[in-house]
């Protein structure tokens, strides 16, 4: 009898989809009912001895975490025992990594909260002195400096990051060296030299602090980052899209122009991104630039203008209560921002990669 | 059976007045209508990748050029339209006249050669940022050409390209969203929108399965009744179904040249030369 592939029995029902790679409920729930009673145990012992405060909770549940777990799989062997520490290990150092970010962000959070009223968006500090009550005065004229000034800046930056990407790219001229080496030695100066240098050039010229001298400052500290990052963008379009293009009869500047940089549409909006969030919190070439101001300004040219970064800094410097509480409110307002364009980043960068 | 002899002299007498090489056609007084190169080598760098290639392409036929890999097919066919000069170290020698012009000649815009001589790559490589309408029409834009009917163009390309059944109701899709088949006569339908006077195709079908492979061939026969086709192959087959003409190119390891250029039929079963016989019977390569 010789058995032949036909002999195989053939089922015609389809079965039930099935996972048989996946974690059993078993194995979830011992994770879960450890990490729970790890947590009671912890949280007693940080109430009985001397160790308080988050720190030694963490630490706490981290140690006794690895004990239970040490024990539950002792009966395992030693395969499944080394997987299970290196789990703990890897989601420890996860949470090491993060918990700096989370602590700043908390306390931001916590001390901005307090200021976080609506008169903070739309009033302004001409008629309120820094230690008022919190429901008057705000940062209206901050917010609209920091948006008007870092808005000339995108303006100016934009252009030239993304010619500078093209010609690192695209034309690859002579130049390309010095380029890329200038750029690179420009994301490597100190905010306060940019701030130092349209200072002795801009401001001597036209005589006064202004926007448009922050927004020069900030169009210096940004360039380098739109500008690295249009040309790593630009190294990803593919050699095929323009060996196509030139097969068609296009020439450079219009198939860099109409293939080439259509293609990476997306990149390039977060190399803008990235680079406002580089410069929105810049305080020290502000001060040297435009100043600040208690009220609105929405001409750039002429008088010093208001910035969340230099509201933050002039009242931190006061130092009492209340103004504190309006420079972290500041603080807080100056994040969210930076948050929300580094999301739009993430979801206009993420959107049409196909 | 008379008629089939008489049919391959006539071929063979083709041969003579078109294929051959351009040094051996000086009694031929009108100009050459089609592309033609005349002594061809190219380097990269110090390397001499091929060497002294003569070549006829007339209008209205299929050539196809076969050998093994790294012997200078695909080198030769970027030659033809000047894409060869993209590699920063490339250098070239010889001729090559389109309609009796050096397109080499230093008054001669590449882009505009291009224009006339379009090319397929290996590989589909639609725009990815525009939808299949305007993947067809890119040329025309690309190229500053001025078309009044655009929706005939594209629906006349995509016809003609064997893909307008398949994509007339989704024009606004990308050309990502097709299947690997269908982004190659895409860029096939790109290539004619420009209306070029010749289409070199560097090995179109490698990449494709065997019934988009079919739906490339009936277009390429398609387009031969209007223009040159040049296609590199390394699938024999391919080359004899679609081919009249093939061309032959080795290498010993040194530069890649021409071994023997024939109407397919005697190419594949009555060459010259004893290498093309064992190539062409699956002996090496």
Not at chain 1, 56 to 63: A, K
Not at chain 1, 99 to 121: D, E
Not at chain 2, 86 to 104: K, R, T
Request: hydrophobic letters at 45%; proline letters at 4%; one cysteine or more.
């Amino acid at each position: 009898m010789s058995a032949t592939v036909t002999d195989l029995q053939q089922t015609t029902a389809i079965p039930e989809p099935t996972t048989p790679w996946a974690r059993t409920r078993g194995e979830k729930l011992g994770t879960v009912v450890t990490f729970l009673i790890s947590a009671i145990a912890a949280a007693c012992i940080v109430l009985v001895t001397g160790l308080a405060g988050v720190d030694g909770f963490g630490l706490t549940l981290f140690v006794i975490f690895v004990v239970i777990t040490f024990v539950r799989t002792i009966r395992l062997n030693a395969k499944v025992r080394k997987d299970e520490f290196v789990k703990i290990a890897i989601f420890a150092a996860a949470v090491l990594a993060f918990s700096p970010w989370m602590s700043i962000f908390a306390s931001v959070i916590i001390k901005g909260a307090k200021g976080f009223r609506p008169n903070f968006f739309v009033e302004t500090m001409q008629t309120t002195t820094p230690d008022d009550e919190l429901n008057l005065g705000g940062a209206g004229h901050a917010i609209i400096g920091s948006m008007l000034m870092v808005i000339i800046a995108t303006f100016i930056t934009l252009p030239l990051g993304i010619l500078s990407g093209v010609y690192l790219t695209e034309v690859r001229g002579r130049l390309t060296f010095w380029v890329r080496f200038v750029v690179q030695s420009m994301s490597g100066v100190p905010s306060i030299v940019a701030g130092l240098f349209i200072y002795t050039t801009f401001i001597d010229l036209t005589n006064s602090f202004s926007g448009m001298a922050g927004s020069l400052a900030l169009a210096v500290l940004m360039l380098p980052t739109v500008a690295r990052t249009a040309e790593e963008v630009l190294k990803l379009v593919p050699d095929d899209l323009r060996s196509a293009s030139y097969a068609l009869g296009a020439r450079q500047w219009r198939t860099s122009l109409m293939v080439v940089l259509p293609t990476v549409r997306s990149g390039l909006t977060t190399a803008a991104i990235l680079g406002v969030a580089r410069v929105i919190g810049e305080t020290a070439p502000l001060l040297l630039t435009s100043l600040s101001s208690n009220s609105y300004v929405f001409n750039p040219i002429g008088s010093p203008i208001g910035s969340l970064p230099t509201y933050v800094f002039g009242l931190l410097q006061i130092g009492t209560e209340n103004a504190s509480n309006r420079a972290w409110t500041g603080a807080l307002v100056l994040m969210l921002i930076v948050f929300a364009l580094f999301s739009i980043a993430r979801f206009v960068g993420g959107k049409d990669r196909r | 059976m008379d008629t089939l002899k008489q049919g391959e002299r006539n071929m063979e007498q083709d041969l003579e007045n078109n294929v051959l090489a351009g040094n051996d056609a000086k009694d031929i007084k009108t100009t050459f209508r089609g592309l033609e190169a005349k002594n061809v080598h190219a380097w990269f760098g110090n390397h001499h990748a091929l060497s002294n290639v003569s070549l006829r392409f007339p209008e209205q036929t299929v050539t196809g050029l076969i050998g093994p890999s790294g012997c200078g097919k695909s080198t030769f066919i970027r030659l033809l339209n000047r894409m060869h000069e993209f590699i920063p170290s490339a250098a070239m020698a010889g001729q090559v006249l389109q309609n009796g012009e050096d397109i080499y000649a230093t008054d001669v815009d590449a882009a505009a050669v291009r224009l006339k001589i379009g090319m397929v790559f290996q590989k589909p490589n639609p725009f990815p940022a525009m939808n299949i309408r305007e993947n067809v029409l890119s040329g025309i834009k690309l190229a500053h050409l001025k078309v009044a009917d655009h929706d005939s163009i594209v629906e006349n390309c995509l016809t003609r390209a064997g893909l307008w059944k398949e994509v007339k109701d989704r024009l606004n899709a990308t050309g990502g969203s097709l299947s690997g088949g269908q982004q190659q006569r895409l860029c096939i339908a790109r290539s004619l929108a420009v209306e070029p006077s010749v289409l070199l195709m560097d090995e179109p079908c490698s990449a494709l399965d065997p019934g988009s492979t079919l739906r490339i061939e009936e277009t390429i026969k398609e387009l031969a009744q209007k223009i040159a086709v040049v296609i590199v192959t390394h699938n024999m087959q391919q080359a004899a179904r679609v081919s009249d003409f093939c061309a032959f190119f080795l290498t010993d390891g040194g530069p890649g040249y021409l071994v023997e250029a024939a109407p397919t039929k005697i190419l594949f079963t009555n060459p010259s030369d004893t290498r093309t016989a064992d190539y062409v019977q699956g002996k090496f390569g």
